[in-house]
């Protein structure tokens, strides 16, 4: 009897009003919540909500810049004279090299007959002539020109060539008087400037005056021994290796 009541009051309390298999499609429509469309949106990703724009402030534009004026310290303008004014030389045809027969006779000249030798046997012979073929002298059955160009070759042989002779210029001033030497010179401040000009004309027949830019030089190459060695011969020896290698010596 009572499971009876139960049922009653469950029937009574839902009635078929309010079954929603028979609730009209038109008021189920106006019931459901309104949410916004998500149509054209990737599964999973929501649209996010735009943020709201800010105004962004204009810079104002920086003000030209303005050069101030300031004070130098240097002084009024001035001319400066060269040292050394530069020697105008005449164009003229292209310096040559001499051949060893000139080569030869320029060395005995400038030494007073001192010439390029060795010793073989119980003669002395010049290395000028030994060596001509190697220094580009024709023999006239293999070639007919003499080389004349200023080769390594002929640069080294040059040099053996001024320090023998050079060793044996001082070498012979060494036993004469003062007065009568070539190469060795007092070393006196106003004798030293002499002496170069005197061998530079000399050797290269160049007479340098006392303000030259080219007798400059040497005497800055003679400065600069000074600092080397404290023997004059070898100073001086020094110089006359440098005038005999000097192209001024073996070109015309």
Known sequence: MRFLLISLVIATGFGCDSDPVTQPASEMMEQAPTTPSTQGTPPGQMEAPTPPQMETPQASAPADPVAAEVESNWGDPAEAALAFPPEIIEPGRVRRRMNLDQLENAFLSVSGGLNWTERQGQVDVSLFRALSATLG????????NEVLEPTALFQKFLDDAARQVCGKMIAR??????????????????????????LILRFHQRDLGAESADLAQWRWLYDSVVFMTDSRAERWNTVCVALFTHPDFYTY
Not at 173 to 181: G, I, K, N, V, W
Not at 189 to 195: A, L, M, R, S
Request: glycine letters at 2%; aromatic letters at 6%.
């Open 137 to 144: 002298k024709p023999d006239y059955i293999q070639s007919t």
């Open 173 to 198: 001033d060494q036993e004469r008087p003062a007065q009568s030497t070539m190469m060795l010179w007092d070393e006196d401040e106003d004798g030293i400037q002499e002496h170069l000009q005197a």
